[in-house]
């Protein structure tokens, strides 16, 4: 602890004071007050509000830190952006944007006086106003304060490519505790000094969560310093409660941090140094609820639980009216405002100016700041496909070499960022890597391929960092593109839904601008995870994505290499989506010349004519596919089908675009009824073959009027180790299966399919026989292609 | 690093080779070989399989941290058990159990011979095999070796409770940077010295994962070991490559951890010491793929990412089956089995006996040791409900009692466990606190309530690390109970994906015994968390879980506290299923007695008859509604309905059991069509209340026959900081919509229900006036009570 150095006057420290009771005091009557927010008349019930909502134990907090931060902006001009992780604390970070006159800028009714101050108050935590932890309708913020556990991956995020900005994030000691924050201090082994700016993660040991200690501020402090050594940082120590040598000890940190940031850069930028710089970090220890109520009905409550959320509700008890009175007067609120109820000149001067003010920080406001990416022509990638089906090709393969361009086109800009958990190259996508490095600055050995500490790849072994890094990237104005194995991007379920929220809401904040959208490849999937076996096998996260609003949720199944292009540069030109692309790696037959593709995929689905024989009408049947490998499936059955009954008509109609196929009145992408009825008829079978859970189809489609006729084939969550055909049949996704179900579903085939159906069930036992001896697939089922 | 101590003799290091050369040959056979399994002939093509699967890097490791645990083992006579965090390391985990003849008495057609070992390697990989990681078909396993992070969770799980045990569990230096691993390290300060076993952890520092080095094998020494002694442990190196040294040092390692772990337990058991101890950690680091091919075709393979699969394929090479046939023989596979193919004697003498092999030990197969729990009679804590809706009661809370009573009928055997992330009280479970205490091994404050190191009560900020501890408790024979807000239960969806493929595959595995179900109480849901905003709003676990095979799925929507009651002690009985109820915690009205909620839930469906007025025939239209919020709206709307147009046939029908929606043919639980079609008509109208996502009804809905004449109302994504009815309204989920619905779609309604149309509309907007001006629900609302 540094006591010995006072860094600050005694006169500032009045001053300093003052803005921090300015901050507690508007966080308080946040929490409580309805009206006469500057208690310029004695307190009565009316002035209060019917629900007391909020998180008051670790707002004084963030407030100290708020005014700390504001110190060395305004004394070095340092571009700063402030994470606030325990969100809850928006009454401190609301009342600091506001003490700042940022909030007014983007808020003209919340004015700077007692009119203001009672909007200011009134819209916290009530209905219309403003959540109780910050959000998108916060000025400054880049980061939902609800679910835990991301603040410090999205703050690294931001500071990519951003050398210039320091992102001050405050970890409460509760987040601390989720795994996704456990892990992600090791964040610093994938920063660069050189062309990323800094990250001065600040720990708040506030003690106390909802109803328990937290961990961190139960371990003795040799280990609490150990664990922040180990994790590769150097931690500076802020303990106390006394106001006035709390501000001295803060600033000392603050200015020793700062210190220590600007000594690294400069040794990586001018003085040529490569080793990983040991960052500084700050540990504040301070009381939760620190200035509230010591004791609340004579239990305590500063300092403990109790001051968690509201730390004394029933103010129709008097006691509790006049305590809360007590309370607030004890910031002096006439001090700090005056007669018009606008903040002090002499305190409103310790906020710096303009876009300096972290609550005015154009990073947290991407969207102003993005670019669009330059996206090369697809004609140079494409696969040449003469006729449907008659090459192999593997599509993450061909994308990875337009992601390579792209890569390539925008690293001047450096605003284009590739993640995966350790598997860019086993997902083919490993061209990216001609032009780029993994990002790395731990150790490297002289036999290490592809690391550096500025490269654009970025590989950690955990998908809630990656996603968290991708998210502060997007929002503050980058662009990126998220591949992974399909079955383990469920671990970002939460992460996902929470970005959707924000998305959702940031739409209706009149001055936030959109954003990249979030962009997924998901492969390796569940059809060609045979060889990793059950554990690997998942497709529903494209379930969990369509819950979230139409506006933001989409879902593309690319059959090929030309479409998954297509649909990549689509997805890789759009705002404020989350856009999730599931592809194969594996060769696999390709459909579609480019044109062809472009034409599909705008569209979005469609019949594919050369593979069926309804041209002079209605069809028999409508075989319809969406993903690669039930296209391939399907395309086989249909060509067993031609074989065994060539006089019945099949339509086979392809689905690229998967919310085509839900309500125009649900989706924006769906087709309208007529064109739904004119590609899937009214009452023909529809033998669906899908991707992923096949209730899903029935799901999307339930309004409309051949609902009734579909027959989906999908994943039924029959998956083992075994070939990949095998991963077929065990799940009747297989041609043989499909060509069955359309027997069944044809009642007019007669003499000519039942010899069919036998030749089908003698193919199925030969697969499973050839399969358990020889431990692959049939030789014709691997050779077979479409003419 | 203890370098000077020489535990083993020469003739000691002699045999662990051999041991540890079985080990490695059979693993680098099953990864390799179909045939010829001793080389016992020439290696050919034919004896090789045609696709080479599995994951060698990490397997040599393994098998020699098996082979030293079994030294400690047959020594002290500790009880044992291997969690195999790097589980695709499986052929190692095989190899091991098989040396010790377990394998061969589980899978008796794996016989201790030539034949025999043509089976194992055969299997490996291989379709109607075994998977390439550590799975439910694993002797000794509770751990599928799949997705990564939860080993030392798993670990922890399963050492609550069993003083005698001592986990030893290999971390894996990729899974080590998962975040739900990396706070789990945190689960010592939750471990009870005199109470609970000891976990051993054992980090294994291979260098590489699939393409890119661990960041834990690239920071310097004295940051790793600050990071874990900053984690509380004790670390102990172990580092080389040279065997015989290595045996030496891990020999010494492990004396000084099993050391240190009986000075600790005796401590607190016999010396009374209470202070948290500082348990031993390994540190091992090896080369990747140690002893396995040095380089191949001229590339760096054993120490490098080369090695993490298969290090070389395409055997069709010949100089590639030269090196496997020269590799494998570099074990001499003539010295370690005999003419017959079995293990020679001196090496099998290095296994322990019995149940004393990690291999059979019987915490591994907990099905075996679980004994049901004593659930105590819910007639003693039912809510009095003389009429339907006359009284108010907090579901949670007086299920609370109940559990507290649970807890304390069981605290004997030290079976059940009740967890929640820091929400135990906030979802009003507080009573269990009256009989036990939360667990607690960190500094504890006199003020601090509820705190003991013996504590059942286990409470963490970490879903992850409460899901990764139950699942270790449950696997390992006992009982627990997890609550959790509904919207953040989405952080372990990729858990609760693994933890069913786990129940499904133990299923098909003959000598796994069922183990106690995988129970949720989703509360704080999101029809009442209109105080904390659209971040805690999300209703999809649900949608998640009922992807999953129809034998384990369950989904409990209780209305009211005696219905949660009946299924909480359903829950509590059942076994191998994963059962998710979601349940209110805040004031409602009660609906049914004990003896009507038992019988409503032994049906789990139900024409609620003294809420309908369709008695005589046929209604004109059905109200549905599916938990505690939209049952409380529907019959609000019932009452409007009845006020307004008392002409109109209403049936109200309350589901429980979300799947008896589902057609019988796709779950157990789903009614038989004639049953539905009694309940749900053939042609009328169905207004359903659903506490979810609308869609997911049509979904389970749409093989019957009156899914058309559904209209759901759910939740739409339409979320913010508001009132409670408030929230209802925006997604249309109230009262006021569904009575507009009802008008809507039963045609014959005329002048009468246009006059309650425009009264149902003002009714609207006086609510959204009312509350934007006082924050809260109109009073009407809030007094509202079923007559």
Redesign the interface.
Known sequence: MSETRMPLSSDEIVLFDKWWFAANYLSVAQIYL?ANPLLREPLTLEHT???L?GHWGTTPGLNFLYLHLNRIIRRDGRNVLFVAGPGHGAPGVVASTYLEGTYTEYFPEVTQDTIGLEKLVKQF?????????A?ATTPGSIH??????YSLSHAYGAAFDNPDLVVACVVGD??A????????W?SN?FLDAKTDGAVLPILHLNGY???????LA???S???????????YAPILVEGHEPAAMHQRMATAMDDAFAQIAAIQKAAREGGETARPTWPMIIMRSPKGWTGPKTVDGQ?AEG?WRSHQVPFTDLTNPGHLKLLSDWLLSYKPDELFDGNGTLRPEIRALAPQGDKRMSANPHANGGVLKRALRLPDLRDYAVAVDRPGATDGESTRVLGTWLRDVMKENLGSRNFRVLAP?????NRLNAILDVTN?A?D????D??DH?APDGHVM???????CQGWLEGYLLTGRHGFFSCYE??I??V??MV??HA?WL??SREVPWRRPIASLNYLLTSHVWRQD??????Q?P?FI??VI???ADIARVYLPPDANTLLVVARHCLASWDRINVIVAGKQPEPQWLSLDAAIKHCEQGIGIWEWASNDAEGEPDVVMACAGDVPTGETLAAVSLLRKHVPDLKIRVINVVDLLTLESRTQHPHGLDDAMFNSLFTLDKPVIFAFHG?P??I??LI?KREN??NFHVHGFR?E?????PF?MTVRNALDRFHLVLNVIKHVPSLSVRAAYATQAIHDKLIEHKLY??Q???DMPEIRDWKWS
């Open positions: 309805l509000k019917p629900r909502l935590s009530f209905p219309g106003g403003i959540p109780s932890h959000a939902e304060g609800g679910e835990l556990g509760g987040e505790e989720t795994g996704p924050l456990a892990t992600s090791h082994k969560k909802i109803a328990n200690p937290t961990v139960r371990i003795p040799d280990e609490l310093v150990a664990l922040f050594r180990g994790y590769g305590r403990y350790d598997e860019n190259n086993s993994r790395w731990a150790e490297t050995l036999y290490d690391l590989e950690i072994l955990s998908e809630h960092t079955a383990f469920h671990i379920d939460s839904n929470q929220k959702k809401t060889h990793n076996g059950f554990s690997h998942d529903g379930d969990h819950n979230k609003k859970y209730q899903l029935h799901k339930y609902a009734r969550e998956g083992t180790t075994t070939t095998d399969v358990a020889y431990g692959e």
